[in-house]
């Protein structure tokens, strides 16, 4: 693939540059494959999107650097960024003050996954400053598959809603150990106060970004409609600013919109339905983010000794998440069948993770060639498995209104076959 690009870099000269028209392209065909899949599989575009990816990493598309920095970064960053704020502006917080049990089953289910996957890559002779990344990054599920998989499948209900909710919660703690494990990873030796410091500058960098964000949206929304298309490229530009600016200052940029999000709520409690007002602008950024992990993760160095890690990993941290909100369930108020698809719809990684194995690659890159080969082709395959695991959930909880395609139409051919 890179000989053709390079034929045809020699006789092509685009104004913006030869990769602009390449990534343009591959989104095109993105497009396509996601609407394809979902109609004639049922399957949410999410996974269309990753096989095109899939397919162009593997191809050798030099469009995507590893790790990740520069525009492709800030990019991911803010389709995360995005993402994270429309799922913290659905968490009141008074919901744990009515239910505790939940924020139970949330620090249960994480907890259990970071330690599951740890012991079990020790057991399978990675070094602990490799298992400890690893394992924070399986703690993250991702809530932007979650959501595109609800917004594909039309759902609604406690399953769904429980799903975001603790998908949400699991990227604020992996984003914020994450972030703090990145600065100490070269570091031998730790008291409790060095380990402890990296936390708290992150989190406090990223609370004072989100407290800017949540007091400027809301004095907006003082004098501007929510139903207004400004206000929500106000949003957008507010985002695109604190991307840039948190993770400057020692934060997280994903982090501080998803605080941003939550401290809105509060602020604003009543509903405002920004994503529609965002329009095609939000899902562009979303599919580009899909798009770019999978294109990423597909360069990873696929060997067979590293398969039987990956495979273990993906088996322990599924079974970790269902057990985890089974484990938390009690006096949560859901039934036992619901904690089970609720833990299966927390199985999708993506973006999150993969930015949380590029702070390692970046912060240590010896040890985190060790860990990225791992993370990558677990990411990949869970990205598109997980989207696939989640829709089932979805379905076998009885929350879509939309019927899945190869049902409905195995029903129509079944009907118009009775009829002849």
Not at 405 to 417: D, M, V, Y
């Amino acid at each position: 693939m890179n000989e053709i690009l390079s034929f045809w870099a020699q006789w092509l000269r685009p104004s913006a540059g030869l990769p602009t028209v390449q990534w343009s392209l591959l989104l095109a065909v993105a497009a396509v494959a996601g609407y394809l899949c979902q109609r004639h599989t049922g399957l949410p575009k999410v996974v269309g999107y990753s096989l095109v990816g899939t397919a162009a990493g593997l191809a050798g598309f030099s469009g995507a650097l590893w790790p990740l920095q520069g525009i492709g970064l800030f990019l991911l960053e803010l389709g995360i960024a995005l993402v994270l704020f429309e799922c913290g502006g659905r968490i009141p917080l008074r919901w744990f003050r009515h239910n505790p049990m939940v924020l139970v089953q949330s620090i249960a289910e994480s907890t259990l996954t970071y330690f599951a996957v740890y012991w079990v890559l020790v057991w399978l002779n990675q070094p602990t400053q490799v298992a400890g990344p690893l394992a924070l990054v399986a703690l993250a599920a991702s809530p932007a598959v979650l959501t595109r998989v609800v917004a594909d499948t039309r759902a609604a209900g406690p399953v769904t809603e429980r799903a975001i909710v603790l998908a949400t919660l699991s990227t604020l703690y992996a984003l914020t150990l994450g972030s703090a494990r990145a600065e100490q990873i070269n570091r031998q030796s730790l008291t409790l106060i060095d380990t402890m410091y990296p936390v708290v500058v992150v989190l406090g960098v990223s609370v004072v970004v989100a407290a800017a964000l949540a007091l400027v949206m809301r004095m907006a929304l003082r004098i501007m409609s929510p139903a207004s298309e400004n206000t929500s490229m106000l949003l957008l530009a507010l985002i695109a600013a604190g991307t840039a600016v948190a993770a400057h200052m020692g934060g997280s940029a994903p982090l501080a919109a998803l605080l941003g999000g939550i401290l809105l709520k509060q602020l604003n409690p009543r509903p405002w339905a920004w994503p529609r007002q965002l329009g095609n602008a939000s899902s562009l950024l979303t599919m580009l983010m899909f798009v770019l992990v999978s294109t990423v993760a597909a360069q990873a160095d696929w060997s067979g000794p590293v398969a039987g890690v990956v495979l273990a990993l993906i088996a322990v941290r599924l079974v970790a998440k269902v057990l985890g909100v089974a484990l938390g369930n009690v006096g949560s108020g859901a039934s036992w069948r619901q904690a089970l698809w609720v833990g299966g719809a927390m199985t999708p990684m993506s973006s999150i993770a993969l930015l949380i194995a590029s702070q390692f690659v970046v912060a240590s890159p010896s040890t985190g060639h060790l860990i990225a080969r791992v993370a990558l082709p677990a990411i990949l395959l869970m990205e598109v498995l997980g989207a696939v695991i989640a829709t089932v959930a979805i379905y076998r909880a009885g929350e879509s209104s939309k019927p899945w395609a190869p049902l409905s139409n195995a029903a129509t051919t079944s009907s118009n076959g009775d009829n002849a």
